[in-house]
């Protein structure tokens, strides 16, 4: 089955700095490739997505790249802010499928 | 619109005992998903429902889960026994159609002494 690793667990970065949080996946096949925010207190949410034909994606301040043949994603966050600071799952699915394995999570903590 | 709503939010049991989770799906959601958090770990599919049918059950650990979904409106996710290790936060999730996306609820903190 997929295995998706997620790097680094923790982040801690200074307001305004950029924050790069990187994950590998092993089944080829995987096509969609979403990101989740975990505030305290609530479920994920979904904040960006990726599919397969598409190298690189951006929403204002947080963007995510794909590299097909490393198997690598990433999600980067730039001019954090301390409302940024949560818990961030990337995950991996594929054939439509939105049941997705999802990676360990990193826990960001943007210090004011 | 009310979003995926759980219950409760936090339990504690002694092992060996029975405890109930509760998920609300956003009203009109035909698919719902369990998934579970141990600690540090990632978070891990447990199964699907369409409507009132057991989609896919491949993540549930073992006999002792129950998950039902009758009239395919709210779940229930019965742990009985519970045991140590079945500590984590338990999330349910819920989408219009196999392919949308899927919203989560607040998840329910199960802890087991």
């Known amino acids: 089955g997929e295995n998706v690793e997620q790097h680094p667990s923790t982040l801690s970065v200074q307001e305004g700095d950029s924050a790069v949080i990187k994950c590998t996946y092993s089944?080829?096949?995987?096509?969609?490739f979403p990101w989740y925010k975990q505030e305290l207190g609530k479920g994920p949410q979904l904040i960006i997505d990726i599919r397969s034909n598409v190298g690189e994606k951006k929403d204002q301040r947080i963007a995510v790249t794909l590299n097909k043949t490393a198997k690598h994603f990433s999600l980067h966050i730039t001019e954090t802010q301390p409302e940024d600071s949560a818990v961030y799952f990337c995950a991996a699915s594929k054939g439509g499928s939105y049941i997705p394995t999802f990676g360990r999570g990193t826990s960001l903590i943007v210090h004011p | 619109e009310a979003g995926v709503t759980q219950f409760p939010s936090h339990s504690v049991i002694e092992k060996g005992q029975t405890v109930t989770l509760r998920c609300d799906p956003i009203?009109?959601?035909?698919?719902l998903y369990w998934y579970r958090r141990v600690m540090g770990k990632e978070i891990k599919f447990l199964l699907h429902?369409?409507?009132?049918?057991?989609?896919?059950e491949s993540g549930m650990p073992n006999n002792r889960f129950l998950a039902e979904r009758t009239g395919g409106t709210y779940s229930t996710l019965k742990v009985q026994p519970a045991e140590l290790e079945d500590s984590g936060v338990y999330f349910c999730?819920?989408?219009?159609?196999?392919?949308?996306?899927?919203?989560f609820g607040q998840g329910t903190r199960l802890t087991v002494v």
């Open positions: 089944d080829s096949a995987s096509n969609y």
């Open positions: 429902f369409v409507k009132e049918s057991k989609q896919d």
């Open positions: 009203s009109g959601h035909d698919n």
């Open positions: 999730a819920s989408s219009a159609t196999a392919n949308t996306e899927a919203f």
